[in-house]
C-alpha cells in the first residue's frame, strides 16, 4: 500500500473515531500562534517519525499552515464536528487533505 493511502486511512480513522457524517464536519484554520511551531506541534504529534518540519507558512485565505516535513508536504488545519461540539487539531499529507476536504495544498 502506498504511503499516501496509509495517511488517507490514518486519517479516515481519526475522524470516523467520532461516527459522524462528514457533512457535520467543517475544516477550519489552523490553531492561533507561529506557523512553525503549530505546525511542528501537530505534524510531530500525528507523524512520530517526522524529524524536521520546514518551510512552515500560514495560508492568509483560509488560515491554514503549509508545511513540509522531511521532504512530505503536510496541511494543517482543524475539523470542526457539529454533532459533538468538538474541534481537533489535525495535520494530512497533501494528497490526504485534498481526498478528504478537497483542500488543496
Known amino acids: 500500500m502506498r504511503p499516501a493511502a496509509l495517511t488517507i486511512i490514518a486519517a479516515s480513522m481519526l475522524l470516523a473515531?467520532?461516527?459522524?457524517?462528514a457533512a457535520n464536519q467543517v475544516?477550519?484554520?489552523?490553531?492561533?500562534?507561529d506557523a512553525t511551531a503549530v505546525a511542528v506541534r501537530i505534524i510531530k504529534r500525528q507523524f512520530p517519525r517526522c524529524q524536521?518540519?520546514?518551510?512552515?507558512?500560514?495560508?492568509?485565505?483560509?488560515?491554514?499552515?503549509?508545511?513540509?516535513?522531511?521532504?512530505?508536504?503536510?496541511?494543517?488545519?482543524?475539523?470542526f464536528n457539529a454533532s459533538i461540539a468538538k474541534t481537533?487539531?489535525?495535520?494530512?499529507?497533501?494528497?490526504?487533505?485534498?481526498?478528504?476536504?478537497?483542500?488543496?495544498?
Open 88 to 105: 481537533r487539531e489535525v495535520a494530512l499529507e497533501c494528497s490526504a487533505a485534498k481526498s478528504l476536504f478537497n483542500v488543496s495544498c
Open 27 to 33: 475544516v477550519g484554520a489552523a490553531p492561533k500562534g
Open 52 to 79: 524536521r518540519v520546514s518551510a512552515a507558512a500560514r495560508n492568509p485565505n483560509d488560515g491554514s499552515i503549509r508545511a513540509k516535513c522531511d521532504g512530505t508536504d503536510y496541511v494543517v488545519l482543524t475539523v
Open 17 to 21: 473515531a467520532e461516527s459522524v457524517p
